[in-house]
């Protein structure tokens, strides 16, 4: 808010990432409007159980008369009026990118930055789902080339409006007091302006660059875009004069530019960190430069050493282990001596076993692949954390590959992302402390082929 005053701006908007960010810039600066979306907001009218308003029956175009006070549009037309508003990702791109409200304002700024990329892929990926084009009699196809599916769905667009156009017929004239039956018609009709929606997202897609396409079991299709670029670019186009984006964890390379769509206009502020280099320093300690070829050579060496570790630290502190994968996971509860003191996790009970550990339940030490982002170790919760493994992305994962194929620094960057990310996990303000271990040798390799990848807060911690 403060770089909004120094740059005079009339109008700003704020991205975050979560809606307790949102809050917390609300409590900061009570002036500014916060705009959360429709899931975040009961629907008022009578007899509608505990739909939000993202499945209410104005979303499929009813006219209902409680408008006028309901929250959510209360709030929105607020929004839309205040000149500084906090967004959180998902809210803003859906309303600026389909409903075209918030599109130009004097300065945009992305708060948690790292997360733009991904949070635009997420949003600019397509889900043709099988199950709701079966209601309507269409098949979804089983292409490879995103072009045939745009061939594909300009056939099937007609199909599909007809039908919305027929049932907006029937529902032209629609009492206040609503039928089971008129219910179910808008409902169809809701469905219908998704499936309308994602067709012509598929028509637009062989002119937003290349596409990553999978299919689900369920004769399903999903279309992710290999690279966000040209969608962010376009965001950043229609945003307004000024964006910036911020983030601790920013690589400060041009390859973040070009991630963004940027080529020219752009600059790097690199801000020094207030946090104490001392007190959360990364302790190289590489046992061996991992690769899958000596990964099970390697194996008990990387345990011993992390046991060392905790004997250090246990019982008095509590920390995290970062494993990279479920293999190496296995192997540490499997044959580490403190392996009663650790506790684990799988993709189903995730949530529940970090939730206890923050709440300082259970064995003092957290081993997970999964934990390099959006973990807040604060304070006591953890005091330590060991990096086993460097993050690299798998290469298992075809769409990893297409990009590593199309730009080869972007393996790199992407590994060098997931580390600084890491870093951060137990060092959340300067007056916190922890100490954080690397076992892995490729730390060496990344530091000195990619320098430029590496903030100045990390080569400072890094002893
Ligand atoms: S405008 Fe009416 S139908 Fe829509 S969410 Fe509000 S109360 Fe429900």
């Given at each position: 808010m403060a770089l909004m005053r120094i740059l005079q701006a009339q109008t700003g908007f704020v991205l975050t990432k979560t809606k307790q960010l949102q809050t917390q810039y609300f409590e900061e600066f009570p002036e500014i409007q916060v705009c959360k979306g429709k899931k975040n907001y009961p629907c008022i009218l009578p007899n509608q159980g505990h739909k939000t308003v993202d499945e209410a029956l104005c979303q499929a175009g009813w006219p209902c008369n409680r408008k006028s006070y309901c929250p959510y549009f209360v709030d929105l037309k607020k929004a839309r009026a205040a000149s500084e508003v906090v967004f959180n990702y998902a809210m803003w791109l859906s309303s600026s990118q389909y409903a075209g409200m918030f599109t130009a304002?004097?300065?945009?700024?992305?708060?948690?930055?790292?997360?733009?990329?991904?949070?635009?892929?997420?949003?600019?990926?397509?889900?043709?789902?099988?199950?709701?084009?079966?209601?309507?009699?269409?098949?979804?196809?089983?292409?490879?080339?995103?072009?045939?599916?745009?061939?594909?769905?300009?056939?099937?667009?007609?199909?599909?409006?007809?039908?919305?156009?027929?049932?907006?017929?029937q529902l032209?004239?629609?009492?206040?007091?609503?039928?089971?039956?008129?219910?179910?018609?808008?409902?169809?009709?809701?469905?219908?302006?998704?499936?309308?929606?994602?067709?012509?997202?598929?028509?637009?897609?062989p002119d937003a660059g290349r596409w990553y396409?999978?299919?689900?079991?369920?004769?399903?299709?999903?279309?992710?875009?290999?690279?966000?670029?040209?969608?962010?670019?376009?965001?950043?186009?229609?945003?307004?004069?000024?964006?910036?984006v911020m983030s601790a964890t920013l690589l400060p390379t041009e390859q973040t530019a070009k991630r963004m769509g940027l080529d020219s206009g752009y600059e790097f502020i690199e801000v020094d960190s207030n946090f104490d280099p001392g007190r959360s320093p990364i302790l190289f300690q590489p046992v061996a430069r991992l690769s899958r070829k000596n990964l099970e050579q390697k194996l008990p060496d990387l345990v011993t050493a992390l046991d060392e570790i905790l004997y250090d630290h246990l019982p008095d502190e509590r920390g995290l282990v970062h494993t990279s994968n479920y293999y190496i996971r296995d192997y540490v509860l499997a044959n580490s001596r403190f392996a009663k003191e650790m506790i684990s996790h799988e993709g189903s009970n995730r949530e529940v076993i970090i939730r206890d550990f923050l709440d300082g339940k259970g064995p003092p030490v957290l081993v997970s692949p999964s934990i390099g982002t959006g973990f807040d170790g604060k304070g006591d919760k953890a005091r330590f954390q060991v990096i086993l493994k460097y993050p690299f992305p798998d290469l298992g994962d075809p769409l990893v590959r297409m990009r590593m194929e199309e730009d080869k620094e972007s393996y790199d960057y992407d590994a060098n992302a997931a580390f600084i990310q890491t870093c951060g996990r137990i060092m959340r303000s300067y007056d916190d402390r922890g100490m954080t271990y690397v076992l892995d040798g490729q730390l060496s390799r990344m530091f000195s082929s990619r320098p430029n990848h590496f903030p100045k807060w990390v080569k400072e911690r890094l002893v």
């Open positions: 304002c004097d300065v945009l700024i992305a708060d948690e930055g790292h997360e733009l990329e991904k949070e635009v892929v997420k949003f600019s990926s397509i889900i043709l789902r099988q199950p709701h084009f079966s209601k309507w009699g269409i098949d979804v196809p089983s292409f490879l080339e995103v072009e045939d599916y745009a061939e594909w769905a300009k056939q099937m667009r007609p199909r599909i409006s007809n039908g919305k156009d027929a049932l907006e017929k032209l004239e629609l009492p206040e007091v609503i039928t089971f039956e008129q219910e179910r018609m808008l409902d169809s009709l809701r469905e219908l302006s998704t499936l309308q929606r994602a067709l012509s997202q598929v028509i637009a897609a396409i999978r299919s689900w079991k369920n004769g399903s299709v999903e279309m992710v875009p290999v690279w966000a670029s040209r969608h962010v670019r376009k965001i950043f186009d229609a945003a307004g004069t000024k964006a910036i």
